[in-house]
């Protein structure tokens, strides 16, 4: 994720795939929760001013909730408006339950590596329990949906339980009952973009993943982005026969090609069927009730249980009649925003997912933060810094990306500007497995540097544990590190990020020459 992709996004989700969440987990407890604070709005008449806001933030999910709570820490009359679970899409079907999924694949793979040191018995007999892991996440994410509700409720921050649309500039309807406010704020998110072709309907979306009672022993997954790639790894360390579509020659094609490289081969290395060059063109449900997936180029792939679609994400904007308040979007639908999160109606905000932006949990929550220290913390150049951001992909192997790709640095500055240094190796987890070096899973490291001085402007890395590896060398990037910053950085060993502080050649920028 994805959040989104982080990994696979931030805010609302579909109100459809929200209510079914709710169906299915027999979520009473988390109706309780919202009605607490809602307190019948809908329908009763409001008193003079009690229905108009300092700041009314539409959307409960990550960067709305921080951006509420920032503001009523400022001293704010804050709402939030809300017609799913609290959180959004990162703790409902997006970063947190993925996470989950991630770590029980992990598990798997552990437990296959348990006979390479020494342990016998491990897999035999061993059964994965999907539906037990789904009912424990479901569990663990319903007591996330309280702690939000908890914090706005501590906050000072009311919850309006209910679908959100403009009436008019500044002002929004909700069930029935209007509200104003000084400031609105809009956090929706995004939903999950199908394609429309015949068969649709037997499919799922990446947010349908985490309604799945039961693991298919066999599943295709369409997509070439870190959405599709991290639920095509799930499924396939937890040794579901999976495929994965893509519609290039690789996924991740946008990605520093050190990175998608290493993935495809990796991939493949652990028995994943990837299919590049597909586009979608019918599914169609056989008489065995398995689905059969028809590409354009005229092929065909079947025996399926159930195919996921992760080709993307989509705005969610049509529900908030956008041109009542007077706010712009672009051709895909996304609202215009600045640097400051301005649209172009006074006094009307939006971030996250909905303004296509470094759509991640993150740069949502921080954008929202900044925005309410700017409106109610007198800091009037406050805004999110998205240069240099940090993000990860949960695929198998993990990969850690910060900065411009190598393609990209030199697209910008000139390649004449632009020095690369790699490193590929086995991490030191594999060292006593008796096989081939060549069958060993390869962690692969490139560091893009600019000018002479070599300030490091690219981070890449793809391995066990890169996900882990990157937040400090973040920190670094951020702070304008250059590979002799790097260098100067003794390593810590053994371990993989030691190769980040001694690239060759270590402590200089060409490797000498013999007298």
């Known amino acids: 994720m994805s959040d989104t992709s982080c990994s696979l996004g931030v805010t609302c989700r579909t109100q459809t795939n929200a209510q079914g969440l709710v169906r299915r987990l ?21 008193a003079a001013g009690e229905n108009h806001f300092d700041y009314l933030v539409i959307g409960a999910g990550s960067g709305g909730i921080a951006s509420a709570r ?40 552990m437990m296959h590596a348990a006979k390479h040191y020494g342990f016998t ?17 479901d569990k663990y994410i319903l007591r996330l949906n309280g702690i939000y509700s908890n914090n706005l409720k501590n906050s000072g ?31 929706v998110g995004g939903r999950p973009t199908m394609p429309d072709i015949p068969g649709i309907e037997h499919c799922v979306d990446s947010d349908g993943f985490f309604l799945m009672d039961k693991q298919p022993k066999k599943v295709a997954v369409v997509g070439a982005g870190y959405i599709a790639v991290e639920l095509a790894g799930i499924f396939n360390a ?31 290395k652990q028995g994943m069927t990837v299919v590049p060059g597909a586009t979608p063109k019918a599914v169609v449900k056989e008489s065995d009730g398995t689905l059969t997936l ?46 400051f999160q301005n649209t172009e109606a006074a006094g009307v905000y939006a971030l996250g ?17 900044r925005l309410a220290d700017r409106l109610f913390g007198e800091k009037q150049e406050s805004k999110a810094d998205f240069d240099m951001v940090p993000t990860v992909i949960f695929s198998h192997p993990t990969i850690g990306t910060c900065g411009l790709s190598e393609q990209d640095a030199k697209k910008m500055y000139g390649e004449d500007q632009i020095r690369v240094y790699t490193s590929t190796f086995v991490n030191l987890f594999y060292g006593p497995w008796q096989m081939e070096p060549s069958d060993k899973a390869k962690t692969a490291y490139k560091l ?20 882990e590896v990157l937040q400090g060398f973040g920190v670094a990037m951020k702070m304008g590190a250059t590979k002799a910053d790097f260098d100067a950085c003794v390593a810590i060993h053994p371990t993989a990020g030691e190769e980040l502080v001694t690239m060759a050649p270590w402590g200089l920028k060409k490797n000498p020459s013999p007298p």
Not at 27 to 41: D, E, F, G, N, P
Not at 448 to 467: N, P, Q, R, T
Request: net charge negative; proline share 3%.
């Open 26 to 46: 027999g979520l009473t407890q988390q109706a309780r929760i919202l009605r607490s604070h809602s307190k019948a709005r809908a329908t009763v008449a409001m």
């Open 70 to 109: 920032r503001a009523a820490q400022w001293g704010a009359k804050v709402a939030v408006v809300e017609r799913g679970a609290l959180g959004g899409t990162c703790v409902n079907v997006g970063c947190v339950p993925k996470k989950v999924m991630f770590n029980a694949a992990t598990i798997m793979e």
């Open 121 to 137: 018995g491990v897999t035999e007999g061993a059964k994965f329990d999907w539906k037990f892991i789904k009912d424990a996440r």
């Open 157 to 187: 921050v009311e919850v309006i339980n209910g679908l959100a649309s403009f009436s008019g500039p500044k002002e929004v309807a909700v069930g029935g009952a209007k509200y104003t406010a000084d400031h609105v704020m809009i956090a």
């Open 238 to 268: 937890l040794e579901s026969d999976t495929s994965l579509f893509v519609r290039g020659e690789k996924a991740l094609r946008r990605f520093d090609p050190i990175l998608c490289d290493t993935l495809d081969t990796e991939m493949k």
């Open 294 to 339: 028809q590409l354009e180029d005229g092929t065909s792939h079947g025996g399926f249980e159930q195919v996921v679609m992760a080709i993307g994400r989509s705005p969610l904007v049509d529900p908030l009649q956008l041109d009542k308040a007077g706010v712009t979007t672009n051709s895909k639908g996304y609202i215009e925003a600045d640097e």
């Open 353 to 369: 997912d909905v303004c296509g932006v470094i759509e991640l949990t993150p740069t949502a929550i921080s954008a929202g933060r």
């Open 448 to 467: 893009v540097c600019l000018g002479e001085e070599e300030k490091v402007i690219g981070c890449h890395l793809i391995g066990m544990a890169s996900d």
